[in-house]
Nanobody
Framework: QVQLVESGGGLVQAGGSLRLSCAASGSIFSINAMAWYRQAPGKQRELVAGITSGGTTNYANSVKGRFTISRDNAKNTVNLQMNSLKPEDTAIYYC???????????????WGQGTQVTVSS
């Protein structure tokens, strides 16, 4: 069993900051890419930021310069520092990881349960 558990969501005023964290646990052999996605009401889930095991990052254009993704490979955690938040950043944020479990032959994608981020104007 593998679990991804997010924390750090909440309500913040526009211009404020939040830090999301996600911890992966269970019978994990290795983790490839980790990422944060978000889904706003009535919209499709979209990639916010991703990071490879080697530390290469990519960001959605809408968050470049404001959000920073980082990970700790030793702790199987990924974080998302969100600065200069805007009302349009309001969404449920999901952590995702491509990983191999002990005994598996190929990696699979796992998702967290999501954490709500609400930015008021």
């Amino acid at each position: 069993q593998v679990q991804l558990v997010e924390s750090g969501g909440g309500l913040v005023q526009a211009g404020g900051s939040l830090r999301l964290s996600c911890a992966a646990s269970g019978s994990i052999f290795s983790i490839n890419a980790m990422a944060w996605y978000r889904q706003a009401p009535g919209k499709q889930r979209e990639l916010v930021a991703g990071i490879t095991s080697g530390g290469t990052t990519n960001y959605a254009n809408s968050v470049k310069g404001r959000f920073t993704i980082s990970r700790d490979n030793a702790k199987n955690t990924v974080n998302l520092q969100m600065n200069s938040l805007k009302p349009e950043d309001t969404a449920i944020y999901y952590c995702a990881a491509g990983l191999k479990t002990s005994g598996s032959s190929s990696p699979k994608n796992y998702w967290g349960q999501g954490t709500q981020v609400t930015v008021s104007s």
